[in-house]
T-cell receptor, first 114, second 112 residues
């Protein structure tokens, strides 16, 4: 049981390049999330998926797209990377029991855009 | 639009209780308060959550005021491994899915 896994761990891009960050969970959770964390800041929600086949925008969706490939996998795509997207990206998944929900986070992907 | 306010940093002596405050004055009646912590740059780790009543688990206690406008996370016997950034979070319920709003957190340093 690996929990939430993310690939790659590190990535350097040039401005204008594209890439996809991968996330997978093996806990059979319905909901999955993508956050970004800038230096000295808390996490900000980019996109989330409440269930397979649905996605919704969070606080900071501009410049990103997402795909909920199946129940296990939720990917984040940068079509044309910009230096402002330099950040640490965290994926999370959650289970909801009654109205209570706990999110479990992956180890993060550190992205540098030059 | 910050939903929580926390002190930027705190120190605590090893073995003593660490009390971390959080203000969430605009919280709605059905919104839960969650606490997570982040050690170094790892993924955040769940600690505890609550709605109205005080809660306790093996890691910590959560005290929520009667008006629900503020809460306090208590680590009863802080150790050096508790040095981390602690986030107080309001979970907003939405039809399309719930959203967790992280603030900037409190950096707790446990001093030997």
């Amino acid at each position: 049981n690996a929990g939430v896994t993310q690939t790659p761990k590190f990535q350097v891009l040039k401005t204008g390049q594209s890439m996809t960050l991968q996330c997978a969970q093996d806990m059979n959770h319905n909901s999955m999330y993508w956050y970004r964390q800038d230096p000295g800041m808390g996490l900000r929600l980019i996109y989330y998926s409440a269930s397979e086949g649905t996605t919704d925008k969070g606080e900071v969706p501009n410049g990103y797209n997402v795909s909920r490939l199946n129940k296990r996998e939720f990917s984040l795509r940068l079509e044309s990377a910009a230096p402002s997207q330099t950040s640490v990206y965290f994926c999370a998944s959650s289970e909801t029991l009654d109205e209570e929900e706990t999110q479990y986070f992956g180890p993060g992907t550190r992205l540098l855009v030059l | 639009d910050a939903k929580t306010t926390q002190p930027t940093s705190m120190d605590c002596a090893e073995g003593r209780a660490a009390n971390l405050p959080c203000n969430h004055s605009t919280i709605s009646g059905n919104e839960y308060v969650y606490w997570y912590r982040q050690i170094h740059s790892q993924g955040p780790q769940y600690i505890i959550h609550g709605l109205k009543n005080n809660e306790t688990n093996e890691m910590a206690s959560l005290i929520i005021t009667e008006d629900r406008k503020s809460s306090t996370l208590i680590l009863p016997h802080a150790t050096l491994r508790d040095t981390a950034v602690y986030y107080c979070i309001v979970r907003v319920l939405a039809f399309s899915g719930n959203q967790f709003y992280f603030g900037t957190g409190t950096s707790l340093t446990v001093i030997p």
